[in-house]
């Protein structure tokens, strides 16, 4: 999982891929992180990309740094625990100044179940890592 987080971590920006019907739907974000074992990413309650998870878990981020790139699909799981929001928005100060967190904050956490990523190139074999 570390190999995959850092990964991501360093790309710093990353495409998430979700499914709005029969639609699908792209589009970018910065935020990973290592909580309890697990690796989360944030959005916002209100953000059509939560409704959009919330209906169909199984999504899919892509994200490429120094002619290497990482797919990763698998499962998000919303994590409702405070403890989780705040170790995210902890790890992201800046987010703090758009999202809180608890039952009233706007702040999402999710983490991936049942992924698989890919490290790939033009040079070497692919690298796949289970989480």
Not at 4 to 11: L, N, P, R, S
Not at 26 to 35: A, E, K, L, M, S
Not at 107 to 126: E, G, K, N, Q, R
């Amino acid at each position: 999982m570390k190999r995959v987080y850092d990964f991501i971590k360093e790309a710093q920006t990353y495409y998430l891929a979700t499914v709005d019907g029969d639609q699908p739907r792209v589009r970018p974000f910065g935020t990973i992180h290592i909580y309890n074992g697990k690796l989360y990413i944030q959005t916002g309650k209100g953000k059509d990309v939560m409704k959009q998870i919330l209906a169909n878990p199984k999504v899919e981020l892509c994200a490429m740094k120094g002619g290497e790139w990482i797919r990763l699909c698998g499962t998000l799981v919303l994590d409702e625990d405070i403890a989780a929001q705040e170790s995210m928005l902890d790890e992201y100060a800046d987010l703090r100044k758009m999202y809180s967190t608890g039952p009233d904050g706007n702040t999402a956490v999710f983490y991936f179940t049942d992924a698989t990523a890919t490290i790939s190139s033009f040079t070497h074999a692919p690298e796949i890592i289970q989480l």
